[in-house]
């Protein structure tokens, strides 16, 4: 059956920056409702290669204040432009989710990059997931996705990794559409 709706849903979907995102957030209810519908996703093997950190609050502020003394500790020399940027970061957004990636590189069937991608549906699934339950969301990483100091922040595994920090909360001012692609520079045709 043909859903007019959910293909609409999915021509206007935009991202709303992090820094617009405001209070009121999504309730424990609401977020527990929007990770419900977004971990519905592909997954070759069902091996459900990845997980969630939930960061609220307190947390966010907590972290942010850690990534900004781990960074000091790295570059001594850094700028406080960019110290303050760490802090703030996890500090503005109502609710922010850590997608992680736990792969497992020597699976005998599912290559690591299949169960990447996986993680990165999930991560996209919960923008979808977000804005349909009225709030604005954005998918952002940063220097500490690849920093294995920032993941024993978060105590990951070696074989995990954070592929995305989505941000949720309320969305404020409607953000400005971005340029996309039309459909024909992205589409070719095979010729044999
Ligand atoms: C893997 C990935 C990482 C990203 N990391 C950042 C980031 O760190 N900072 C940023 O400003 N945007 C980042 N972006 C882009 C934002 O999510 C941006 O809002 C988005 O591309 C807007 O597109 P949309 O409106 O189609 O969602 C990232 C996107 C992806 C897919």
């Known amino acids: 059956m043909r859903n007019d709706t959910a293909l609409q849903f999915l021509r206007d979907r935009r991202s709303v920056p992090s820094a617009q995102l405001q209070a009121p957030g999504p309730s424990p209810e609401q977020l527990r409702e929007i990770i419900a519908a977004a971990i519905r996703v592909p997954d070759h093997g069902k091996l459900v290669p990845w997980r969630l950190i939930e960061f609220?609050?307190?947390?966010?502020?907590?972290?942010?204040?850690?990534?900004?003394?781990?960074?000091?500790?790295?570059?001594?020399?850094v700028p406080e432009p960019k110290l303050a940027k760490d802090r703030d970061r996890f500090a503005h957004s109502p609710s922010v989710l850590a997608v992680v990636a736990c792969i497992d590189e020597r699976h005998p069937k599912i290559p690591a990059q299949e169960q990447l991608l996986s993680a990165g549906c999930l991560a996209f699934n919960l923008l979808l997931a977000a804005q349909a339950a009225g709030f604005g969301a954005q998918w952002l990483t940063g220097w500490s996705c690849y920093d294995r100091d920032a993941a024993r922040l978060l105590q990951l595994k070696d074989n995990e990794r954070v592929i995305a920090y989505i941000h949720i909360g309320g969305r404020g001012d409607e953000p400005p559409e971005r340029k996309r692609p039309a459909v024909d520079d992205v589409v070719g045709s095979w010729q044999p």
């Open 56 to 77: 609220s609050g307190e947390a966010g502020v907590r972290f942010g204040a850690a990534l900004a003394e781990l960074h000091r500790r790295i570059d001594p020399g």
